[in-house]
């Protein structure tokens, strides 16, 4: 990896760390708005659970061994978010912003998934340059 | 024939790779209707069947994954675990290669000591097509053995000889194929065991030095820590390492067993900035020795590269090589003898012998294989009637006490040994030598694996290796009538007529 690519990477982790690091005060500490949001979606202790989630996916996208795990672990709570306010929650005023967040998060994950790709079990094996198709 | 219960794979595996995305629409709907906790399927799912996607469209370098999807997965991890599974669980205790799992533990028993008794009777196939010892109607007790001596250099006259006392030698192992934890370990069990340590061809030997043991250091073909910049030999470096108190001796190597015809290898995975620097190399690619000392393009030059070597150390110097043709290791001794110049030893290596990088061909098929190359060597030697002009040691597989004795009766006068020795450091045989990755911490440079191994205590260990297989040897030789090894002599084997050293076969 280029060490342009490697500081992207890090940019990148930093900032979804940082959107969902922010939301964990009010998850945990049962904010109205958080609780009401998860309330209408009907996951009682929600809150608590995706909030758990977040923190692990903050903290492994912190530490270099695991970077790719807290990705894909971010990358899977954001899709599930995003399917939230598809489904249920809409987008409308605050609930818009934090829909773009989840989709900001999503891709920045995203992003340091492909930089990272060669890492990732299960695809690095077959990642070198001969497997790939050639036009 | 098929049973009408087989699962066809093929079948399962289109199955599985029309019902990812299935799955996926059938959670995202119950999230949406009974609980939203099923997302978390959902989106599992949905992942799923971006990487099967992925795995059947977007990649082609593996044929499996591209027809089969995410089951073929299955075949890769399974694959992965295999080699562990068969230790652990599968293979039996005489199967595994190139050391099952009988003569692994034996030498783990004796370097713990450990009583190696064994009950009930041989687990080999026991038939007359095996090598056997012949024990004397009337053994010598083993207080009337004749301690061992062995004097290296004292066919010359020169005044700095080198005598062992116990028959082993640790055979030519580097600081770049071991990590430092080992080689210190191993220098000081030699220290310990008293016995001598072959630094290996990989340059200075810093820390085979840091111990105190006696020390062969080995020249290999690239002169590591000796050479010139155009890889010739630089005399005043030799000079300087062979003045060294602990460096008792200079061996020569012309091939090794595991890769006879090629040059040492150490990849580059293996390669730190202290490697790099102690044999003034590259980091960033695979250092290949060069198959042959420039100096040594036939009989004649040969012999006066050893003369040269030995002119400029003041000490024995000796050869090692793995034969191929055993005429033309007639025509070597005729040339020592017509020049009346001979090494103060030779080393046989067998083409069983290990290494930590070479290639697969070059292990598996080629050299001479250590007991008729051994037998052949000292054949010749004694035809040639100059086997008291020098010693003769041997190397291959030769990691206890049994196999041993055949090296000694077939004329061997001390073995050499290394990964027996690597075995008594705790060795389990994970054969990731040559990928920075060794488990125990032996052939690593990964600070992390050399954590593992604990000097002191594997020192230890390789003492008590030597004392315990010093120990099996006195039984042996005192079972077959015998004052000392000096007395085994191939009369002592018992030979079945299709063995490769049965007199009736010819040896090339």
Redesign the interface.
């Known amino acids: 990896m280029t060490k342009a690519a490697k500081t992207t990477s890090w940019v990148f982790q930093i900032i979804a760390v940082i959107i969902m690091g922010q939301t964990l005060a009010f998850k945990f500490s049962g904010h109205p708005t958080t609780l009401a949001i998860f309330e209408e979606i009907n996951m009682p202790y929600g809150h608590i659970i995706i909030g758990v989630l977040e923190l692990a996916a903050c903290i492994l996208l912190l530490m270099p061994q695991s970077i790719v795990y807290g990705a894909t672990l971010g990358a899977g709570l954001m899709t599930g978010a995003i399917i939230g306010h598809i489904t249920e929650l809409g987008w409308e005023g605050e609930r818009g912003q934090l829909g773009l967040l989840a989709i900001a998060t999503l891709v920045s994950c995203n992003i340091v998934l492909f930089i990272r790709r060669k890492d990732i079990p299960l695809i690095k094996g077959i990642l070198s340059e001969s497997n790939l198709p050639k036009d | 024939m098929k049973s009408k219960i087989s699962i066809d794979l093929h079948k399962l595996s289109r199955f599985v790779n029309l019902f990812l995305p299935i799955l996926a629409i059938i959670f995202?709907l119950a999230?949406?209707k009974l609980?939203?906790?099923y997302?978390?399927l959902?989106?599992?799912f949905?992942?799923a069947t971006a990487?099967n996607v992925?795995?059947l469209y977007?990649?082609?370098?593996?044929a499996l994954?591209r027809n089969f999807g995410l089951l073929a997965?299955g075949r890769?991890m399974l694959e992965s675990v295999g080699p562990e599974l068969r230790q652990y669980l599968y293979a039996s205790d005489t199967e595994e290669k190139p050391f099952n799992r009988l003569e692994r533990a034996e030498v783990y028993r004796k370097s713990q000591n450990i009583d190696s008794a064994s009950s009930f009777g041989s687990l080999h196939t026991f038939d007359a097509t095996e090598l056997k010892i012949r024990h004397s109607l009337f053994p010598t007790p083993t207080s009337e053995l004749t301690p061992y001596s062995l004097t290296f250099g004292e066919e010359r006259g020169i005044e700095n000889t080198h005598t062992i006392r116990k028959p082993y030698i640790i055979s030519a192992m580097s600081y770049g194929a071991l990590g430092k934890n080992a080689v210190r370990a191993l220098a000081r069990g030699a220290k310990l065991a008293d016995i001598t340590m072959n630094t290996g061809e990989g340059g200075y030997p810093k820390y085979h030095l840091m111990e105190g043991c006696d020390l062969i250091f080995q020249l290999g073909t690239a002169k590591f820590g000796v050479r010139n910049k155009d890889g010739t030999l630089n005399e005043e470096k030799l000079k300087e390492i062979a003045d060294k108190p602990t460096i008792k001796m200079i061996e020569i190597k012309l091939s090794q067993g595991a890769k006879p015809g090629k040059g040492g290898l150490l990849p580059k995975e293996k390669i730190s900035d202290e490697i790099a620097e102690l044999r003034g190399v590259s980091k960033e690619h695979d250092v290949v020795s060069p198959a042959f000392h420039s100096e040594c393009k036939d009989y004649t030059s040969l012999t006066q590269f050893i003369k040269r070597v030995q002119n400029i150390a003041n000490i024995p110097v000796g050869i090692k090589l793995c034969i191929g043709d055993l005429a033309q290791f007639e025509n070597m001794i005729q040339e020592f003898k017509k020049q009346d110049i001979f090494p103060d030893w030779i080393t046989i290596d067998g083409s069983e012998g290990g290494t930590g990088a070479a290639p697969r061909a070059f292990i598996d098929r080629v050299g001479m294989p250590l007991l008729p190359a051994l037998k052949g060597a000292n054949d010749a030697l004694n035809e040639a009637g100059v086997r008291n002009r020098l010693k003769l040691l041997a190397s291959g597989k030769l990691i206890g006490p049994g196999r041993q004795m055949l090296a000694f009766c077939l004329g061997a006068d001390a073995i050499c040994s290394a990964r027996g020795f690597m075995l008594s450091l705790g060795c389990i045989q994970a054969i990731q030598c040559g990928s920075n990755a060794c488990p125990v911490g032996i052939t690593t440079h990964d600070p992390k694996l050399e954590h593992g191994l604990d000097i002191s205590i594997k020192a230890a260990r390789v003492r008590n290796y030597v004392n315990n297989l010093k120990h099996d040897i006195d039984e042996l030789v005192a079972a077959t009538g015998c004052q000392s090894i000096n007395d085994l002599s191939f009369k002592h084997l018992y030979v079945p007529a299709d063995s490769s050293i049965s007199p009736h076969v010819p040896n090339n």
């Open positions: 995202f999230g949406l609980s939203f906790y997302h978390f959902t989106v599992s949905l992942f990487l992925f795995y977007l990649q082609n370098g593996h994954l997965q890769y």
